[in-house]
T-cell receptor, first 113, second 113 residues
Framework: AQTVTQSQPEMSVQEAETVTLSCTYD???????LFWYKQPPSRQMILVIR??????QNATENRFSVNFQKAAKSFSLKISDSQLGDTAMYFC??????????FGQGTRLTINP | SAVISQKPSRDICQRGTSLTIQCQVD?????MFWYRQQPGQSLTLIAT?????????ESGFVIDKFPISRPNLTFSTLTVSNMSPEDSSIYLC??????????FGPGTRLTVT
């Protein structure tokens, strides 16, 4: 069974700083997809970024980028020039085969002014 | 992506009653999913609902407690039956839009007293 682990329950940084959220996963499949979702206090789950396992190039979406280390089964999210609106719960997730998303426990990120 | 709405956005219900949550999508989708997010927790998949077939439930969730309907490609309902305080959670629907990407509705916050 696939598992996703986020070892940082909470993080806090100052506005404009760069922050990295960690995620590790376990899978027996060779083809899978990894995602980062953001859940602000409004509770709406928002897809931030996606990485396909067979692509070596790290995905980037504006200020958000990932560091995908396939051999280490690591998938961290880097947020550059953090903004107050980045304050949210961040969930790492993976999907393989049966298209079931498996989520990590989440990291509560607070951006301080 | 897709625009997904859920009704109701929140409700307070008495123990022993049932609540039906609606999920509407602005485009036709094959796969819809229902998740539960207990307070302070991550998301847990309840079931996968494909149009034209019975919903597939995850371990720990049963049809008698969480009946699901999927009458067409843009709509689904989840009923939480014979509620107890332990059912107090956020319930979210999502749709798969290709390449394993899931997009979520705004959620329904249920409180059972």
């Amino acid at each position: 069974a696939q598992t996703v682990t986020q070892s940082q329950p909470e993080m806090s940084v100052q506005e404009a700083e760069t922050v990295t959220l960690s995620c590790t996963y376990d899978t027996s499949e060779s083809n899978y997809y990894l995602f980062w979702y953001k859940q602000p206090p409004s509770r709406q789950m928002i897809l931030v970024i996606r990485q396909e396992a067979y692509k070596q190039q790290n995905a980037t979406e504006n200020r958000f980028s990932v560091n995908f280390q396939k051999a280490a089964k690591s998938f961290s999210l880097k947020i550059s020039d953090s903004q107050l609106g980045d304050t949210a719960m961040y969930f790492c997730a993976s999907v393989q085969g049966a298209q079931k998303l498996v989520f990590g426990q989440g990291t509560r990120l607070t951006i301080n002014p | 992506s897709a625009v997904i709405s859920q009704k109701p956005s929140r409700d307070i219900c008495q123990r022993g009653t049932s609540l039906t949550i609606q999920c509407q999508v602005d485009s036709q989708v094959t796969m819809m999913f229902w998740y539960r997010q207990q307070p302070g927790q991550s998301l847990t998949l309840i079931a996968t609902a494909n149009q034209g077939s019975e919903a597939t439930y995850e371990s720990g969730f049963v049809i008698d407690k969480f009946p699901i309907s999927r009458p067409n490609l843009t709509f689904s309902t989840l009923t939480v039956s014979n509620m107890s305080p332990e059912d107090s959670s956020i319930y979210l629907c999502s749709v798969e839009m290709g390449a394993y990407e899931q997009y979520f509705g705004p959620g329904t916050r249920l409180t059972v007293t």
